[in-house]
């Protein structure tokens, strides 16, 4: 194998052994569903399986992204202009080409890491064409083509889409094209269509609890709260274990936050707070309303004589309010505010409308 640190998702590893032994691979796979399972890293480790025959050096030419049977495609920035023929990494600055291979070198090393550009909101037309550049080195293998996040091939531009529709309805011998995407209904139906599907479900906890155990990971005391924090996603749940002072103060923000919401005090200051993060730091942020939430629906849960609360472990009772009305005007402002809400407005209208929320009695 080529990571040590990736937890496997057996079922369809086992499916993937089973189709080379009986010779039906197909010639494209979608590797879909829940961000942070592994997705990428099963597709690499899966390349790395079909070029395994006859090749001593097979592992380190993989390790460092350069084994010719294998080529990475993601979306990249269009910072210079290029030619229809050029190679798509010409149209990236040095700056970027370094950036790449810096997260090429971190994905090996760890499994759940991103080779993502934030300004990439195309996968380049001129990557698809690079495609038939390509060439399978050593015949016993197969030319392996990885796509990560897949939907940015056809959203919101559909020419790269329709660019790959037409190698997969004739695809060369011995190639293998691999989409991976967490939002698959992006993607062209008939794209879909030429693909064999592999969903990956949502990691369990215990799953999630032993890698971290082997990682030596696993003794933050947040640790429970970062799992649902993540929705059992890998990627965040690594980034959010480095966080733990932070975590445990935008815990007791959100808390206070809502104590001043509820009894109508100094809550216009926390609202300038939470601008601040949103303005500044959108991944803590996202992580705040998350906090929020899960706030809310424990005080709705207490109110309701249930204990399996998640952030208010200690408390017994709480005053009966509508809980519930609340985490919808919660909900929807967060997703107003990633539609270009001023957040100035849309946080202030947030609060004003919990706190009407709170006090309406439910309609039953």
Request: glycine fraction near 2%.
């Amino acid at each position: 194998m080529i990571y040590e640190n990736l937890i496997l998702n057996q079922k369809i590893w086992n499916q993937l052994n089973t189709m080379i032994q009986n010779n039906t691979l197909p010639h494209a796979l979608i590797f879909h569903g829940n961000e942070g399972t592994g997705k990428e890293a099963h597709a690499i480790e899966f390349a790395a399986l079909l070029n395994s025959n006859g090749q001593e050096n097979y592992k380190e030419k993989i390790k460092s992204f350069q084994h010719p049977n294998i080529n990475l495609i993601i979306p990249l920035p269009r910072e210079k202009t290029i030619k229809k023929t050029a190679s798509a990494l010409n149209a990236i600055s040095e700056k970027s080409l370094d950036s790449l291979i810096d997260m090429k070198k971190n994905k090996i090393k760890n499994p759940y890491s991103t080779i993502q550009f934030s300004k990439a909101s195309n996968i380049l037309i001129n990557s698809i064409r690079d495609i038939k550049k390509t060439r399978i080195s050593d015949h016993n293998g197969y030319m392996v083509h990885i796509i990560f996040e897949a939907e940015k091939l056809c959203y919101p531009k559909t020419e790269p889409g329709n660019a790959l529709l037409k190698i997969l309805e004739e695809p060369p011998k011995r190639t293998i094209f691999i989409l991976i995407t967490s939002e698959k209904n992006k993607l062209l139906n008939t794209i879909q269509s030429r693909c064999c599907d592999f969903y990956f479900s949502k990691l369990h906890e215990n799953e999630i609890n032993k890698y971290l155990e082997i990682q030596n990971l696993n003794d933050n005391k947040y640790l429970d709260l970062i799992i649902k924090l993540s929705n059992n996603n890998m990627k965040n749940i690594l980034r959010m274990i480095k966080l733990e002072d932070e975590i445990n103060t935008l815990k007791d923000d959100a808390i206070q936050f809502i104590r001043n919401i509820i009894n109508d005090q100094n809550w216009e200051k926390s609202i300038k707070k939470i601008e601040s993060l949103f303005k500044s730091k959108k991944e803590i942020f996202k992580i705040f309303i998350k906090l929020i939430l899960f706030i809310l629906n424990d005080l709705e849960k207490i109110k309701n004589k249930k204990n399996d609360c998640i952030v208010l472990t200690k408390f017994n009772k709480v005053k009966n309010l509508n809980y519930s009305k609340s985490i919808k005007i919660v909900e929807q402002y967060y997703l107003d505010l990633t539609k270009n809400l001023n957040p100035s407005i849309g946080l202030f209208s947030m609060a004003i409308e919990m706190k009407k929320s709170l006090y309406q009695h439910e309609i039953i």
